[in-house]
């Protein structure tokens, strides 16, 4: 009898609490941290807080998923950072709509 290659399947769960660092999101994303540092900067992700210091930064979950979109945007479609920062409040704009929509219906 053949046998079937087994499948694994990989994902990420993430407690709504969840706060990850700078080099924490950077390693997650496999980017450095100048490429999060850049998010920031557009808009894209934003820490946590009043920090000003870079290292003390903390991010969410939400930044991390934003920040893995981003990338892949980016990667997949080459998309510069301020379109994937339009495409990205657009596409939760859509899912917040969608909502709303399940909601009322």
Request: charged share 30%; aromatic share 4%; glycine share 6%.
């Amino acid at each position: 009898m053949p046998t079937t290659p087994k499948q694994t399947l990989t994902g990420l769960i993430l407690d709504e609490d969840c706060l990850f660092s700078l080099d924490e999101i950077s390693h997650a994303c496999s980017v450095r941290t100048e490429y999060i540092i850049e998010l920031v900067d557009e808009g894209i992700v934003e820490p946590m807080g009043q920090q000003r210091e870079q290292q003390q930064w903390s991010f969410t979950g939400n930044s991390l998923l934003r920040a893995r979109k981003a990338r892949r945007l980016q990667q997949d479609l080459g998309i510069n950072l301020a379109g994937a920062a339009v495409v990205l409040d657009m596409m939760e704009e859509i899912e917040q709509l969608r909502e709303r929509l399940r909601r009322l219906g």
